[in-house]
C-alpha cells in the first residue's frame, strides 16, 4: 500500500510536461474553436454560379468575430470566400495542368505534412505547388515546413487547386508544378 501514493506522486510529476506544453504556432489554433485546429472539412466547395466581382471592394473575410481575415472554412463544412464567379480574369490561365494533374488524392483521407519552401514553392511527399499571387497575403501565418495540408480540386477554374490549411482553417488557390 506504501508503494502507491509513491508511484501516483512520480506519474503525476512525469506528466508535468505534457500539460506544460503549448502549441508553438500561436494562439491561432485554439482562438476561434469552428475555424482550424485540425478540423479537415469532409468535401472541398460546391460550384459557384456567380458572376465575377473584380470590380467590386475587396470583400471582408472574418464572417464573426475572431475569424481569420482569409478565406477559410467552418466545422461545418461552409467554405467562407469561395462565391467568385468562374470568368474572373485572375484565376485565368493559358495552360491549366502544364506540369499535370495532382494524383495524391485530394480531400480528408489524404493529409499531407508540407516539407519545406515557401509559398511560391512548397513541397510533400515528392508534390510541388505555388500559391496564386491573389492568395499570397493569405499565408503569412503558415508553416513552410510543417503544417499539415489537404488538396481539394477547384470545381470554378481549371488549373487550380485549393490546400486547406488544417491547423489555421484557412484555404489558397495553388497550382500543380509536378514531381
Not at 470568368?87 to 488524392?105: N, S, V
Amino acid at each position: 500500500m506504501k508503494l502507491l501514493p509513491g508511484v501516483l506522486t512520480a506519474a503525476l510529476i512525469l506528466s508535468l510536461p505534457a500539460f506544460a506544453q503549448r502549441d508553438d504556432h500561436g494562439s491561432h489554433g485554439d482562438r476561434h474553436h469552428d475555424v482550424g485546429g485540425g478540423y479537415v472539412p469532409h468535401h472541398g466547395p460546391a460550384a459557384s454560379h456567380g458572376k465575377p466581382h473584380e470590380d467590386a471592394p475587396r470583400r471582408a473575410f472574418n464572417d464573426r468575430e475572431g475569424h481569420p481575415e482569409a478565406p477559410h472554412v467552418h466545422r461545418n463544412g461552409e467554405w467562407v470566400g469561395h462565391e467568385g464567379g468562374r470568368d474572373e480574369a485572375r484565376f485565368h490561365l493559358d495552360h491549366p495542368w502544364e506540369h499535370g494533374r495532382f494524383t495524391g488524392g485530394f480531400g480528408r483521407g489524404h493529409r499531407w505534412r508540407i516539407e519545406g519552401g515557401g509559398p511560391s514553392r512548397f513541397w510533400f511527399n515528392g508534390f510541388y505547388f505555388g500559391v496564386a499571387p491573389f492568395d499570397l497575403a493569405y499565408t503569412n501565418d503558415w508553416y513552410w515546413d510543417r503544417d499539415d495540408v489537404v488538396i481539394y480540386e477547384d470545381p470554378d477554374h481549371d488549373g487550380w487547386y485549393l490546400a486547406y490549411n488544417a491547423r489555421l482553417g484557412t484555404y489558397v488557390h495553388v497550382n500543380y508544378f509536378g514531381r
